[in-house]
């Protein structure tokens, strides 16, 4: 048990000052400042390193029932962190620790600490527990294995590929045996990227038609599973693609995210029957049950770099916004971090 003098008694914070329409503007944020209360009992004050921003807080910034609460207008956003132990009224948190929590887009924050987990330091920085080994890991080995039951042998695509999630699916199933791994990702340089990382294939979906290039970069094998976090034409493509009893993880729809009309289902979705094909889409916070598993496993490739990380990092709380509206406009290569 332990504290430290001349702490902070307030922190700088994001608030949601308005719901975007379509797409988010620096007037749907703002920066306020907030007291901090007194750490009671069990309690811990964590500076943040790191915030993640990630793109199903779009959907959160709307006001509309869903798998997660709405934000708050004049309240403080919240998600995942990684930050320090600065003081601490609990037992097994100390300060100097390193832990990771869900109440970002702040400078401080003062929570319970059984609702904070340590990051392993000695085995990757502290940022990596936001990524690679954190939520964003877990979303890609859980989707792959567990919700699009992937098998070595399989062909597997991947839309936004070279996002935080998509890159490491493509290495995790390349690790597992994957016969081939395709991804699309929104720029040369990201294409480029995704070979590096040891992808087989990859193409920019803006130079054609996915479809096209989907069925260019499979050949006469097809694909046998395709993890979707784009929605629309990529879903499209994968389904007219897809081997009789293939696999779809869908993860998201950020292609949808911004959108105020209703968008339309893929065309062909009469396919899936013909072809005894599994749509199932999933949630994270369903998959935690393999965390142990997944670290693990993920542990092990890092260190042998079988798997890779990229980060695009914006320095400055004030910045969160702007890097929030630069993911959703592809800007990122890798998991898209603040520091603070």
Not at 31 to 42: Q, R
């Amino acid at each position: 048990m332990s504290t430290t003098t001349a702490l902070p008694t307030s922190t700088r914070e994001i608030h949601l000052a308005s719901r975007p329409a379509g797409r988010p503007v620096p007037e749907n944020f703002r920066l306020a400042e907030a007291p901090l209360p007194a750490l009671k009992e069990g309690q811990i004050l964590v500076r943040n390193l790191y915030i993640s921003v990630d793109p199903y807080m779009r959907g959160r910034m709307n006001d509309v029932k869903s798998y997660s609460a709405p934000f708050a207008l004049d309240a403080a956003l919240d998600g995942g962190a990684v930050g320090e132990v600065i003081a601490s009224r609990a037992e097994g948190r100390k300060v100097g620790d390193a832990v990771v929590h869900q109440l970002g887009w702040r400078e401080y924050a003062v929570l319970d600490a059984d609702k904070t987990s340590v990051a392993r330091t000695d085995l990757a920085p502290a940022s990596a527990f936001l990524g690679a080994l954190g939520m964003t890991g877990l979303t890609a080995y859980a989707g792959l294995l567990k919700v699009a039951d992937f098998k070595a042998g399989d062909a597997v695509f991947v839309s936004g590929a070279a996002g935080a999630v998509g890159s490491l699916v493509g290495q995790i199933a390349k690790a597992m045996g994957a016969s081939r791994v395709i991804g699309s990702a929104g720029t040369p340089e990201k294409v480029a990227r995704l070979l590096e990382l040891g992808f087989d294939a990859a193409f920019n979906y803006h130079d054609g038609p996915v479809r096209e290039q989907l069925e260019m970069a499979a050949g006469t094998a097809g694909i046998d599973v395709y993890f979707d976090n784009v929605g629309g034409e990529h879903l499209e493509a994968a389904l007219a693609v897809l081997n009789v009893g293939g696999r779809v993880a869908m993860c998201g729809a950020i292609a949808q995210y911004n959108s105020t009309e209703p968008t339309p289902a893929p065309r062909n979705l009469m396919l899936a029957i013909g072809k005894q094909l599994t749509l199932r889409g999933f949630l994270v916070g369903g998959q935690r049950q393999h965390g142990p598993e997944f670290f693990e496993k993920m542990s092990a490739w890092l260190a042998d770099g079988s798997v890779r990380y990229d980060e695009t990092v914006v320095d400055g709380l004030e910045n969160a916004p702007r890097a929030f509206m630069d993911l959703l406009g592809g800007a990122n290569t890798g998991k898209m971090l603040v520091r603070l």
